[in-house]
């Protein structure tokens, strides 16, 4: 079965500096992998998705991840956080065999902390 | 904002009673999937609808079940219900596929007490 592993539980990043988000997944073949973000109270938000073709995409809110398949990750970068960056993001991964139908498999989550 | 809507947004019910959620989808999605955050975790996948079949379950036991309706609405049904079922249930829907990408609603607060 697939797993998803985020390392960090809490990253603390100054307004205006730059952030990684570290995912990890563990999968016999090359998942389709996911970004979600989750502010309070609030459903999930996809920031990003990679399929295939070019290892680095790009999402909304200025995020974007690079997969890397020799040390499968897909860490999640943006150059300069806001304030309002400030949620909970996860990681998910879905198998390519199951057709879709397997659901997603999330990571814990990283809750990322603004200050100012 | 998505176009996907739960109902209701926060209930509180005894051990051992029932539960029904309910999920509008996204017009023109044709597949829901339900999931279960518990307090502090990622979501976890519990099953998926197409065409009112279920066609994709997660490790839950069958006192999760559900419904999609002709118009790809859904329920969520849980029995007997326990302490450890206290969770945001979250609905998502779809176009099936992988290439897709699932729009989440808000999701029901459950506290079984």
């Known amino acids: 079965a697939q797993s998803v592993t985020q390392p960090d539980i809490h990253i603390t990043v100054s307004e205006g500096a730059s952030l990684e988000l570290r995912c990890n997944y563990s999968?016999?073949?090359?998942?389709?992998l996911f970004w979600y973000v989750q502010s309070p109270g609030q459903g999930l938000q996809l920031l990003l998705k990679?399929?295939?073709?070019?290892?680095l995409v790009q999402g909304i809110k200025g995020f974007e991840a690079e997969f890397k398949r020799s040390q499968s990750s897909f860490n999640l970068r943006k150059p300069s956080v806001h304030w309002s960056d400030a949620a909970e993001y996860f990681c998910?991964?879905?198998?390519?065999?199951?057709?879709?139908?397997?659901?997603?498999?999330f990571g814990k989550g990283t809750h990322l902390i603004i200050q100012p | 904002e998505t176009g996907v809507t739960q109902s209701p947004t926060h209930l509180i019910k005894t051990r051992g009673q029932q539960v029904t959620l309910r999920c509008s989808s996204q017009?023109?999605?044709?597949?829901v999937s339900w999931y279960q955050q518990a307090l502090g975790q990622g979501p976890q996948f519990i099953f998926q609808?197409?065409?009112?079949?279920?066609?994709g379950r997660g490790n839950f036991p069958p006192r999760f079940s559900g419904l999609q309706f002709p118009n790809y609405s859904s329920e969520l049904n849980v029995n007997a219900l326990e302490l450890d079922d206290s969770a945001l249930y979250l609905c998502?829907?779809?176009?099936?596929?992988?290439?897709?990408?699932?729009?989440f609603g808000q999701g029901t607060r459950l506290t079984v007490v």
């Open positions: 998910a991964v879905v198998p390519y065999s199951g057709g879709g139908a397997d659901g997603l498999t």
């Open positions: 609808y197409y065409r009112e079949e279920e066609n």
């Open positions: 017009s023109g999605h044709n597949t």
């Open positions: 990679y399929f295939s073709g070019d290892t």
């Open positions: 999968y016999g073949a090359t998942p389709y």
């Open positions: 998502a829907s779809s176009l099936a596929g992988l290439n897709t990408e699932a729009f």
